[in-house]
């Protein structure tokens, strides 16, 4: 079993900062990308930033120069730097993982249980 638990959201004004934290435990042999999704009531979740294992990252266009996320692999958890927020930043932030957590079942995407942005203008 694999659990991914995030932390850190809530609520600041406009121009603040928040970091975001998800940590997976459980049975890893290997993560592969590790990411962040967000989602706002009645819209698709959307990407907001990946990191592979080689710490390439990849940021949706709403959030670059803003975000910054980040990996610590010894303590298999993500990170998401989030400064300058926005009003439209306000969403249900979800972590995501590609673990490798049994050799013969390979590798399955999973989530974290959503932690709550809320950016006050």
């Known amino acids: 079993q694999v659990h991914l638990v995030e932390s850190g959201g809530g609520s600041v004004q406009a121009g603040g900062s928040l970091r975001l934290s998800c940590a997976a435990s459980g049975t890893i042999l290997s993560i592969n990308t590790m990411a962040w999704y967000r989602q706002t009531p009645g819209k698709q979740r959307e990407l907001v930033a990946a990191?592979?294992?080689?710490?390439?990252?990849n940021y949706a266009e709403p959030v670059k120069g803003r975000f910054t996320i980040s990996r610590d692999n010894a303590k298999n958890t993500v990170y998401l730097q989030m400064n300058s927020l926005k009003p439209e930043d306000t969403a249900v932030y979800y972590c995501?993982?590609?673990?490798?957590?049994?050799?013969?079942?390979?590798?399955?995407?999973?989530w974290g249980q959503g932690t709550q942005v809320t950016v006050s203008s």
């Open positions: 995501n993982a590609y673990i490798l957590g049994n050799y013969d079942l390979g590798y399955f995407d999973y």
């Open positions: 990191i592979t294992s080689g710490v390439s990252t």
